[in-house]
Nanobody, 115 residues
């Protein structure tokens, strides 16, 4: 049974930084796309960034230039470096691993940015 375990969330002041991690427990192969989503209170879940198996990264306009997504295929781990955080970045952040076998989601980690 594969589980995705996220870590690194917390409370930070505006302008600060956090680094999220998402590690897969159990055997998982041929991961195509790794993604980060977030869901603010009362809002729909939105795509923050994704990275392909070839290392191509894409970002939502709201985080471009501030967030960096990366992956370690050997460790089946996904990262999100978040800099210059804003109060509007406050949300539960979820990771998602996708392949031909379907998709796995993490349980979410809370990020709170105070003004």
């Amino acid at each position: 049974q594969v589980q995705l375990v996220e870590s690194g969330g917390g409370l930070v002041q505006a302008g600060g930084s956090l680094r999220l991690s998402c590690a897969a427990s159990g055997s998982i192969f041929s991961i195509n796309t790794m993604s980060w989503y977030r869901q603010g209170s009362g809002k729909q879940r939105e795509l923050v960034a994704y990275i392909t198996s070839g290392g191509s990264a894409n970002y939502a306009d709201s985080v471009k230039g501030r967030f960096t997504i990366s992956r370690d295929n050997a460790k089946s781990t996904l990262y999100l470096e978040m800099n210059s955080l804003k109060p509007e970045d406050t949300a539960v952040y979820y990771c998602k691993f996708s392949g031909t076998w379907g998709a796995y989601w993490g349980q979410g980690t809370q990020v709170t940015v105070s003004s």
